[in-house]
C-alpha cells in the first residue's frame, strides 16, 4: 500500500511538472509572438522592429518590401502590396528609400497621374 501511494505522489509530481513545463512554453512562445512577426514575402519570422506596415494593414519585412517597391518602381508602377495590391501610402517610403529611390518614387507616380487623367479626358 505504500507503494502504491509513492507511485500516485510520483504520478501527481510528474503531472505538475509537465503542467509546469506546457505553461513555460506558452509563455516562450507568447512572448515570441510579442517580439516576431511572419512576413509572407520571405516566409520568415522576423524581429518586429524590422516591420513595414501600410494603411491596408499587411506587415512585411522591412527588406522585403523595399525590394518589392524598388521593383515596381523599376517596372514604372505605382508599388503597390504584395498581398492585397492597394497601392501604398508614399508617406511611409521615407523609412525604406533613399533621396534618390524616392526622386524616381515621385516621378512614376506622376506619370501614372497623367496617363490616368490622359485616359479620363478622352
Known amino acids: 500500500?505504500?507503494?502504491?501511494?509513492?507511485?500516485?505522489?510520483?504520478?501527481?509530481?510528474?503531472?505538475?511538472n509537465q503542467r509546469d513545463q506546457f505553461l513555460r512554453d506558452l509563455r516562450m512562445a507568447q512572448s515570441f509572438e510579442q517580439n516576431f512577426f511572419h512576413c509572407e514575402i520571405c516566409i520568415e519570422d522576423k524581429v518586429i522592429d524590422d516591420q513595414f506596415v501600410d494603411l491596408c494593414g499587411h506587415a512585411f519585412c522591412r527588406e522585403c518590401t523595399r525590394g518589392n517597391v524598388l521593383e515596381q518602381i523599376n517596372q514604372r508602377t505605382q508599388p503597390r502590396c504584395a498581398q492585397c495590391n492597394e497601392v501604398y501610402a508614399q508617406s511611409n517610403f521615407s523609412t525604406l528609400l533613399d533621396d534618390k529611390e524616392m526622386e524616381r518614387y515621385h516621378k512614376v507616380t506622376l506619370d501614372?497621374?497623367?496617363v490616368r487623367n490622359k485616359d479620363m479626358h478622352r
Open 1 to 16: 500500500m505504500l507503494d502504491d501511494a509513492r507511485a500516485a505522489e510520483r504520478l501527481a509530481q510528474e503531472d505538475q
Open 112 to 114: 501614372s497621374t497623367v
